[in-house]
């Protein structure tokens, strides 16, 4: 058993957000000594499983990951096989998670910035039982007081604690890791709970321009798609503010 450093709640080219691909992820990995990364894109596992198989040829384990929108705001499953469907209730959404034994994991639960895909705070209360893990600091945190409103939502639900780093962008990647115990991926799985429990988090404040950054990849990808209908709104709804 050996220590590493692992990095959770990450995002690549696939998400609608990040144009972030395999070879930044590996290059940041390589230079911040990640040996272990969750990849947890919006609403899809494809880059995960892709990006599995290549990063794997470079000792780098990559757990399959998925942060999906549910009609009550982001729900993460790990360790996935498939995709599961956005906008479903979270109840629906962690009963799929559980049925490919998947880890349950609440991302940002508190977050005034990005307050819509946060997990509606009844939810949260609601289903505490069912989580597995709870953020107790996000990387894209705009002000510390997040992390510390995040915090005490972990400590009064009394959900295993866990930091993510968001990352969506190659300049985020590797800042916000957990030092773990590792053998192997599948024994990490099987006693994750007790593995994160002995962990010593390392944690950074959020760099600001990461989020100007993904609003400019967003621009790009509604480019590449066509979608000038939606650019559209977008420009119009921005310039009203």
């Given at each position: ?53 290549f990063l794997r040829k470079f000792g780098i384990e990559v757990i399959i990951g998925e942060e999906v929108m549910t009609d009550s705001g982001e729900i993460i499953g790990l360790f996935l096989n498939k995709k599961i469907e956005p906008l479903q209730t979270p109840e629906e959404t962690i009963k799929q998670i559980k049925e490919q034994n998947g880890i349950v ?137």
């Open positions: 058993m050996s220590k590493i450093r692992a990095e959770f709640h990450t995002h690549t080219r696939f998400s609608k957000d990040s144009i972030l691909n395999k070879f930044f992820i590996l290059f940041m990995c390589k230079i911040r000594k990640i040996k272990l990364i969750s990849i947890t894109d919006h609403n899809e596992v494809k880059g995960a499983i892709k990006y599995q198989k994991y609440l991302p940002h639960p508190y977050d005034e910035k990005r307050y819509k895909t946060v997990l509606k705070e009844e939810k949260q209360k609601e289903l505490k039982e069912q989580f597995d893990f709870v953020e107790i600091h996000n990387g894209r945190n705009i002000s510390d007081k997040y992390s510390e409103k995040q915090k005490c939502i972990q400590e009064n639900l009394r959900i295993t604690p866990i930091i993510g780093s968001d990352a969506h962008t190659f300049i985020e990647l590797g800042r916000n890791y957990i030092e773990i115990e590792y053998t192997n991926i599948e024994d990490f799985k099987n006693n994750m709970q007790t593995i994160i429990e002995k962990a010593k988090f390392h944690k950074k404040e959020c760099i600001k321009f990461a989020h100007t950054i993904t609003k400019f990849a967003r621009v790009i990808k509604m480019i590449e798609k066509g979608e000038f209908n939606e650019l559209r709104r977008t420009i119009f709804k921005r310039c009203r503010k």
